[in-house]
């Protein structure tokens, strides 16, 4: 009896489209092939450069010049914290007087209750010493990171998908990206934190695909390998004797039958011990500036934590290891703990130098206050020697982070802000924010056009470009599916990365959170949108006809996304618009 073709079902040898399954060996190689490496990252590096320059073009600007938003809190704490090497006070008029170029009585010496940590305002900081306590000189990190931001995007949505042209349709559309844009013209910390998290994710995909190009070079698996080829070509010989009989029996059972044969006589149990995995190294420096800039960023870190657990089970079951993810937990997750949880951590202490060399200071003004209880009696007496005083700074740091975690989980339940949202609708743009607005411009004035009896106006929104953040919500959708369907690990870092950074936040709906916090899971976001964006311009190996009609697809979507970030440029940079210009930026009434 003649049994039917069944090429187009998934078996051990051939996937659902009738493909041959590639060995461990294949699967181990890197997706993306460069004939010439040098145009893949001078590309990528032209891209970033052109988002560098326009995230610094006139950037001191916004606002007439002027501190925007939560820049008033971030700006001068950065200066105070380079300078005193703590966070200090300053005076009631500080803001004009820094306008006005005069830096002289400023700042107290009394300490300042910050609620976040330092990476963020060193950095700030550090920008302020190069070019100046100016807005062109306390936004130059941001650009200077908004624009790395795009660089990382590149390379990391290369690797994912093997195609240098998507990599570079990554970080065009971050580059169009108007929330994107906006925090990388502001002295604000979320634009930081986003890069380092983007960073941290970017080297843990490194990472997984270092660790099975590891295991092919220690593993002999030209037997595998071997061995699979020779059983879709229906020439092995499965014949087992001896005392292999039974391993060989029970090898079957728990693993694919191409690589039972020979799982047993080409390793051993556990498979290679590789405790050295120096982008996993780079993963753990990241996530500890991360965790020093918001404490937000413990959530990717933990939920990426797991997946780096299961990518590795996986390699190892790749080359024939049974009970991978079991045994993984011993081979791979636990000496992982010390890349991942141990070194952020002494990241994230050593970024609080500053504070715990002037714990004292924060002893004598911040214990028993309105911002902490009584830390303690020990603060009444001195500490004798070096390893005493070392563990009495560390103590004060631990009070004053419950101070900090009590501010944010109980100190703004009955505060509001007219720019708050709700999470559930960021990723769908339900309220930007408004961080200047200069109003009532009269005609003839700043070259307001306006009519008689109309006026012009002036604003900063923080505001993603609609049509590329409701297509990524689309593509958000598709990823979730595909990951759990096909079970394609690339589009589990698309859904770990939003969700992580996502749902947290639906917590804290009840006291002020801001729609722009979504810029730490929108380079995921935009991850998902290329990969659709890839399964519509369709395989290589498709028709003529299907790759014009997808890559006509494609291109009118990133066209799309320029044309509506050129739309609402004006809004983006303080452009100068009539009221009736405006409104017909402003789609929603939300969105006032």
């Known amino acids: 009896m ?5 090429r187009d ?21 890197p997706r993306a092939w460069d004939p010439d490496k040098v145009i893949s990252w001078a590309a990528t590096t032209f891209v970033a450069l052109i988002a560098t320059f326009m ?3 006139k950037n001191d600007e916004h606002g007439s010049g002027k501190f925007l938003f939560d820049e008033t809190y971030y700006a001068k704490d950065a200066w105070s914290l380079v300078h005193h090497g703590y966070v200090t006070n300053y005076v009631d008029d500080a803001n004009q007087k820094i306008l006005d170029g005069n830096m002289h009585g400023i700042f107290t010496n009394d300490p300042s209750m910050v609620v976040h940590p330092e990476v963020g305002k060193y950095l700030i900081g550090l920008s302020e010493l190069i070019f100046g306590m100016t807005p062109h000189g306390w936004r130059m990190a941001s650009a200077i990171v908004g624009g790395l931001m795009v660089f990382v995007m590149i390379r990391l949505a290369r690797r994912v998908t093997g195609s240098t042209m998507l990599g570079l349709v990554a970080g065009i559309l971050m580059t169009f990206d108007g929330l994107q844009f906006v925090l990388s013209r502001l002295a604000l910390l979320d634009i930081f934190e986003a890069f380092f998290v983007l960073c941290a994710i970017s080297c843990m995909v ?5 660790f099975r190009e590891r295991l092919a070079e220690r593993i002999d698996v030209a037997a595998v390998d071997k061995y699979e080829k020779a059983r879709r070509s229906g020439t092995v010989e499965e014949k087992t004797t001896g005392n292999h009989h039974a391993l060989f029996a029970l090898l079957n059972l728990v693993l694919p039958r191409s690589l039972a044969h020979h799982a047993y006589d080409v390793q051993g149990p556990w498979g290679p011990r590789i405790f050295w995995r120096p982008w996993l190294l780079a993963a753990g420096i990241f996530w500890g500036l991360a965790c020093g800039t918001k404490w937000g960023a413990i959530y990717p870190l933990a939920a990426f934590g797991i997946l780096y657990w299961l990518w590795s089970a996986g390699g190892r079951r790749s080359f024939g290891i049974r009970w991978s993810v079991l045994k993984s937990a011993i081979t791979d997750a636990m000496p992982g703990l010390a890349y991942l949880v141990l070194l952020p951590f002494v990241i994230y202490l050593a970024t609080w130098t500053g504070w715990l060399i002037h714990h004292g200071t924060y002893e004598e003004h911040l214990s028993n206050t309105q911002y902490a209880p009584y830390w303690g009696s020990y603060i009444q007496t001195k500490s004798p020697g070096f390893l005493s005083e070392a563990v009495r700074s560390l103590r004060d740091l631990w009070h004053y982070h419950q101070a900090v975690w009590n501010f944010h989980t109980h100190g703004l339940n009955d505060a509001t802000h007219p720019y708050q949202s709700n999470p559930e609708g960021w990723p769908v743009i339900n309220k930007p924010v408004g961080v200047d607005a200069q109003l009532n411009i009269q005609p003839g004035h700043q070259g307001c056009d306006a009519a008689p009896g109309a006026t012009c106006l002036r604003q900063v929104i923080l505001l993603g470009t609609p049509v590329l953040w409701w297509f990524s919500a689309a593509a958000l959708v598709w990823s979730i599916v595909v990951w759990i369907g096909r079970r394609d690990w690339r589009y589990g870092i698309v859904v770990a990365g939003v969700l992580a950074s996502w749902l947290p936040w639906f917590k804290y709906d009840q006291r002020p959170i801001f729609s722009y916090y979504s810029i730490v899971f929108e380079p995921f976001l935009i991850l998902g949108a290329v990969m659709l964006l890839g399964e519509i311009l369709g395989r290589a190996d498709a028709s003529k006809r299907r790759r014009m009609i997808g890559a006509f697809v494609g291109g009118t979507v990133v066209v799309a996304v320029i044309a509506n970030f050129a739309w609402f440029f004006p809004v983006y940079t303080d452009g100068l618009l009539t009221n009736a210009e405006w409104v017909q930026r402003i789609w929603f009434k939300k969105w006032i």
């Open 2 to 6: 003649d049994h039917p073709d069944r």
């Open 9 to 29: 079902v998934a078996t051990l040898s051939r996937t659902a489209r009738g493909e041959a399954v590639p060995t461990a060996t294949e699967r181990a190689q």
């Open 55 to 57: 995230r610094i073009y």
């Open 206 to 210: 490194a990472d997984r695909d270092w």
